[in-house]
Each structure stands twice: as structure tokens, then as C-alpha cells.
């Protein structure tokens, strides 16, 4: 396997591994390459088995974006936009580097997961505390460091909590056999996942609103205007996946406290959800017309592209869906009823890019659902009368 060197300190002498197994990404297609890795005192020495490539990533380039919480593999990240990256399943990798090279000080220590979540929370409260004077800058970056830090048990309580409040009992599409069937189509796509911590839940809405949206916790809001406008499972499939990496990746938490008011902030800080749906609701509008950032929206293009051509969905669906709404929108110069390229832009480069992410990957022989029984599971809502849109 690989490869172990000698580390040796002033009373001990302890062997440290160095070499490493991984999965590449180049940001430029979904396909994994599978990589070594080695650990250097200046950075990582990338090697490509199957083409021979190599590379070197020095340490003050790399930024860590997952393996902070416990059954996350480690994922380190290089460059702009299309940033290349590192998947690594052994969270001793981090433990190793930081021993091996003073540069790698700033991945994240495994060992501080013991750590009370109470404290991490009062630490962050006091830094806030200290920062009051210049909220105004600061707010941005304590947001994204809040989204990361809060129990997943805390995004289930607060994406439940919005779920009550804008899809109502009274007002969701509730029939047991075809919401199992789009059920299934998250199930299929969550199955070969990497390591997640979240349940997935969808939430069909009796509304014409052409829309669907990610709630903190894996929860999922469906509008009945989306649903009928989908020809196929694997056109929903593809707005799913989109959906289902904003949750994983924590888009939609760190963006709720980043438009919402300073108030929210402290309340999740706390540990207050009553408080943050209070005002967080009041502070974002609503959930719908939360805005992703241009690098939120390319990453849950890219992943939700992988996730589609991991789980064998034909990835056509996501691009065919994605032109079809850009069509109407451009037909109808800004229909009201059509929401979700005001959340979700989609210009004729972003379809490009996706375009191109899918050829990098075979087409599936099989299909979700064929088209008369899709017929039927998006009639979900057809027995109900549709309110106007709000």
C-alpha cells in the first residue's frame, strides 16, 4: 500500500504515512480519476496511474471544503471556479499532513471532533461578540463558518420548521403510490452518494409556482408547477440532483444566515431555530427567493451532474429541463409563474458546461419510469383545484 517515512521529535521516534489512495476531479468533467498522493513539507505530489500525469499541489493553494464532520470523506480543493479537487475516504490523511508539514496547519484535526458542540458554540458567540463593531463586513464570512459548524440535527429542526410554515398540511399533494415513485427517484440518486448525514424528504405543493427548492436538513419543496411541466422521471431526476447538492454542500443554511438579519446569526449561533424561522423567514422573504452565489449554483451543477451519472441517469434530462424553461422564459419575457430561473439561472454558457460534463460519462440503457406511467406520477396534484399563485 504506501509508503511509510520516519518522523522523529527530541524524546520519540514514530513512523508517519505518506502515501496516500484518492479520487481526482479536474473540474472540468464529472469523470474520477483515481490518484496517489504524497505528502511533501511544501505540499502534494499528485500522481495519475492510468495516464501517468503528475502534479504538485503546494499547501498555501489547497482549501479544505469537507471531512470537518464525522462519515465525511476529505475533499480538498485547487483553484477558481472550476476548481480541480482531491477526494481522500481516510480522515488520517489530515491528521498525517498536518504532522508532516507545518503549511498543512490549516486542514482540519480529526481529533477535535470529540469537542463538546457547546463549546464551539460559545467560541463563536464570543467571536461575534468581539466583531459587533464591524458586522457589516464580517457578516458574510461568520455566516459560511456558522453553516459549517451547526449539527445536522439542528438543519433538520429549522428545514422542518419552513417546510410547516410555506407548505401547510392543507395545501401539499398527498397520494401514497406516485409520491413513492418520486420518492424512488431520490432514493436512486442518494444511493450511491458519498457519506451523508441528512434523510432525504420531498414535499409536493399544490401551487402553479414553477419552481422547487432545497430546505436546510434534506428537506425538499416540489411545486405542482414544476412536476407537470417535467416530460420525464429523468427530468425531475436532473432538478433534483441540482437540489439535493445545494443540502449536501450546506448552500441553502449558509445563505439563509448571510441574507437574513444579524439576529439570525446569534440565533442559530445559540442554538435558536424558533428564532431564526421568526425572522430568518422575515430577513430571506422566502426560501424561494434566496439568491445562491454564482459558485454555489456551478458546484450544484457539477455534483449534480456526478450524482446523476453515479446513480446511471441519463443526464439528458437535467440539460433537456434546464432548455426547455429557458425557452419559455425567453418567449414570455419574464412569466411570473416561472420562478426558478430567477433562483437558478441558466444561460446558454451554464448549459454548455453541463452539456459538456455529460459527455464525459456513457448514456444509461435504462430509464426511472416509462413515459405513461410518468404521465400519471405527475398528475400528482390533478384531482386538486390550484390555487393562484402567491
Known amino acids: 500500500m504506501g509508503m511509510w517515512g520516519p518522523f522523529r521529535g527530541p524524546h520519540l521516534q514514530l513512523t508517519l504515512r505518506l502515501d496516500w489512495e484518492a479520487a481526482y476531479l479536474d473540474g472540468r468533467t464529472a469523470a474520477r480519476r483515481r490518484a496517489t498522493v504524497h505528502i511533501t513539507r511544501t505540499g502534494l505530489d499528485i500522481t495519475l496511474p492510468e495516464s501517468g500525469a503528475r502534479l504538485f499541489w503546494p499547501f498555501r493553494e489547497i482549501r479544505q471544503t469537507q471531512g470537518t464532520h464525522a462519515g465525511e470523506q476529505v475533499r480538498l480543493e485547487r483553484g477558481g471556479e472550476l476548481s480541480e479537487a482531491l477526494l481522500i475516504g481516510d480522515v488520517g490523511f489530515l491528521s498525517a499532513a498536518r ?15 470529540r469537542l463538546r458542540v457547546g463549546l464551539t458554540f460559545a467560541a463563536l458567540v464570543a467571536a461575534i461578540a468581539l466583531a459587533v463593531g464591524i458586522y457589516y463586513v464580517g457578516i458574510p464570512a461568520v455566516a459560511a463558518v456558522a453553516a459549517a459548524r451547526v449539527p445536522v440535527s439542528w438543519e433538520e429542526k429549522l428545514g422542518g420548521a419552513i417546510v410547516d410554515h410555506f407548505a401547510p398540511p392543507s395545501g401539499r399533494c398527498e397520494d401514497p403510490v406516485r409520491q413513492a415513485k418520486i420518492d424512488g427517484i431520490v432514493a436512486a440518486l442518494t444511493a450511491k452518494a458519498r457519506p451523508q448525514p441528512y434523510t ?34 429523468e427530468e425531475l431526476a436532473g432538478v433534483l440532483a441540482h437540489e439535493v447538492e445545494h443540502v449536501l454542500h450546506r448552500h441553502v443554511t449558509r445563505a439563509i ?21 421568526a425572522y430568518g423567514l422575515e430577513g430571506a422573504r422566502t426560501l424561494g427567493d434566496l439568491q445562491m452565489s454564482r459558485a454555489a449554483e456551478a458546484e450544484a451543477d457539477r455534483e449534480g451532474m456526478r450524482l446523476l451519472q453515479e446513480a446511471g441517469i441519463d443526464p439528458q434530462g437535467m440539460i433537456t429541463f434546464f432548455e426547455k424553461l429557458s425557452r419559455r422564459e425567453g418567449g414570455r419575457g419574464g412569466d411570473p409563474v416561472t420562478r426558478y430561473l430567477r433562483t437558478h439561472p441558466t444561460t446558454t454558457e451554464r448549459i454548455a458546461t453541463l452539456r459538456a460534463l455529460a459527455a464525459a460519462a456513457p448514456k444509461p440503457e435504462r430509464r426511472l419510469l416509462p413515459d405513461d406511467d410518468w404521465n400519471d406520477v405527475k398528475s400528482l396534484c390533478g384531482e386538486l383545484p390550484a390555487p393562484s399563485p402567491r
Open 99 to 113: 504532522a508532516a508539514a507545518p503549511e498543512a496547519a490549516h486542514f482540519h484535526e480529526p481529533g477535535r471532533r
Open 257 to 277: 444566515f448571510q441574507q437574513a438579519s444579524t439576529g439570525v446569526l446569534m440565533a442559530a449561533l445559540v442554538g435558536d431555530v424558533s428564532s431564526v424561522v
Open 200 to 233: 432525504f424528504r420531498i414535499t409536493v405543493v399544490n401551487s402553479s409556482v414553477v419552481n422547487a427548492v432545497a430546505a436546510p436538513g434534506g428537506q425538499l419543496i416540489l411545486f405542482r408547477g414544476l412536476l407537470e411541466r417535467t416530460d420525464s422521471a
